[in-house]
């Protein structure tokens, strides 16, 4: 077992099945509050159905890079990582602006389908909800497991993580349905949240670097310093374990090119500071909507 690798997916797991939990319980708690319990079959089927497909997704993008031979792969990890670390970068600045509104929206696509007497409707409401955080988080894991490829059991260690993490988001998620308070979940997001900034710009260096490999990247590819004597990011020993557990959390290498290490720096120091500032939430939809209506 890789511990860093195992952290680094139990980060993402907990982080994005947090999400999906909370959207699922909103749905469920808001039908039991109006008395409509007996569509909760639905909204399971439409979570249950965007959770097979994410799965399915992720599974096949991860077997289809085993099939690739040198430079193939190396692009293709790196493409991924890549898109993944795009991902995660988008998902943050969303969920930053949008959650305070997350609940009155899912409400009121509730109450709309309920109305109009297309109740299957809740069936896709719960699916394209929860599509889209296990879509990133598919995607996030994928780029998470080619970069901890080469450790051993280092990609098993990151979906071990991820399932755990899982487990104990779904069970924040009954929490949070049955009405405990067990966690500030603004605290939570904001810190995990500044764990995945780290975590994205590992998968960013990481993708350089093997773009570097095949140079596909020739510019920036001389080695910036090399601490492999001190903290080696590969081994047995006990500075080898430590340097394996920051470079699965925080992309560390134990001998960066320099452009990896300036695009580590440059992604850190910049999504950082944006995503601390202060931001006030976005306006619901049908409040702007009503706004845009009046003369």
Known sequence: MDIGSFTTG????????????????I??????????????PRIWLGAGA??????????????TIGELRSPYAQIFEGTAMLLAAGVVTWMLFWMRRTAANARGELHA????????????GLSVLAFTAFIREGIETALFLLGQATAASRADAGAASVLVGALVGMVI???????????????????????????????????LSHALHEFADVRAVTFGTATAFDLSGVLPDAGSSPAAIVGQFLRALFGYAAAPEWITLLAWLTYVLVILTLYLRPVSPAPPRGRRSARKACP
């Open 27 to 40: 749905i469920l708690a808001y039908l039991a509050r109006t008395g409509n319990r007996r569509h909760f």
């Open 50 to 63: 965007a959770l097979a497909l994410s799965v399915a997704l992720g599974a096949l993008l991860f077997l």
């Open 109 to 120: 696509g509730i109450d709309r389908r309920l109305s109009e007497g297309r109740v299957w």
């Open 10 to 25: 139990l980060l993402t797991g907990l982080r994005e099945g947090v999400e999906g939990a909370l959207i699922v319980s």
């Open 169 to 203: 988001a779904g069970a924040l998620g009954f929490a949070f349905y049955r009405g405990a308070r067990i966690i500030n979940l603004g605290t939570f997001f904001r810190w995990t949240g500044i764990a995945l900034v780290f975590i994205a710009a590992g998968l």
